[in-house]
């Protein structure tokens, strides 16, 4: 059964610590993207990428890194600059190119005290 | 600056009737339009998508209209059955050397019994 898996579902961190939320994917999407949703907001990007080895800084990429050393993987490192790190973290992967709908994870919820 | 709004932070709509959900855009370079359908603690589930070429895309009960020339969408939603509350975000597509998506804020729909 294909999809996008996401662990952990909760995680609970100190603050200045770093801490780096997992997402896999068997769809063999060659796209993968992290999206953080804020209460009372639309998603919004922080890092996308098109092929292994290559990413992109999305819209609010400050504070956050990623790797993409397999298709199948894209972590995402929340770091300890990362200003209000608390929020719903989603991963969506989808085939490369235009007008392919996004699918997406169940989502981390971070929680940074 | 937001790019994609959802006027109607709520909807509530009777079972078996119809449910109608909005969302204008600003940005003309915006050429695919999604919907998606989230469940609290979830991640978005694609429900249907048209591109600006097409001015209606059907799919069962789902119906999406665009009026470019208004830049502005809606859902249909017909019969509205009670699974069908959730919170509903509607996103638009442009291409920039990748597929960026811009979602709205999300529109909150229940169907009463």
Redesign the interface.
Known sequence: DGGITQSPKYLFRKEGQNVTLSCEQNLNHDAMYWYRQDPGQGLRLIYYSQIVNDFQKGDIAEGYSVSREKKESFPLTVTSAQKNPTAFYLCASSIRGQDSPLHFGNGTRLTVT | DQQ?KQNS?SLSVQEGRISILNCDYTNSMF??F?W?KKYP??????LI?I?SIKDKNEDGRFTVFLNKSAKHLSLHIVPSQPGDSAVY?C?A?Y?E??????????TRLTINP
Not at chain 2, 97 to 106: D, E, M, R, T
């Open positions: 994609v932070p050429d695919y999604l998606y603690a979830e991640g978005p589930t694609f998508s591109s975000f996103a597509s291409w050397g990748a597929q960026k998506l811009v979602f709205g804020q999300g």
